[in-house]
């Protein structure tokens, strides 16, 4: 394995879990009003896209990354199901 796939790995995991800062906020304020769930939804919507084309050329990285976010993704869009909407 390369050091360019090893950094791949690192930093594609990384910035997989970069929406979990989101996803944390979300759950402890019980409030996901300001999300923008279309961002959301085309995110997971690549996220998986890109699962599947890794498993297509066989690439750890693309798979582990993107499933990871697509993961963390799928988690902020949860939250918006569940704290998304006003409640009077």
């Not at 019980?30 to 890109?50: E, H, P, Q």
């Not at 498993?55 to 993107?66: A, C, Q």
Request: without cysteine.
């Amino acid at each position: 394995m390369s050091i360019l796939s090893i950094l791949a790995i690192t930093f594609g995991v990384a910035s997989g879990f970069a929406n979990i800062f989101q996803w944390i906020k979300i759950f402890q304020r019980k409030s996901a009003k300001d999300i923008s769930i279309t961002t959301y939804l085309l995110l997971f919507i690549g996220a998986v896209i890109w699962v599947f084309y890794g498993f297509e050329i066989h690439d750890l990285p693309v798979i582990l990354t993107n499933f990871i976010g697509g993961i963390n993704i799928g988690i902020v869009i949860i939250g918006w199901v569940l704290y998304g909407r006003k409640t009077y």
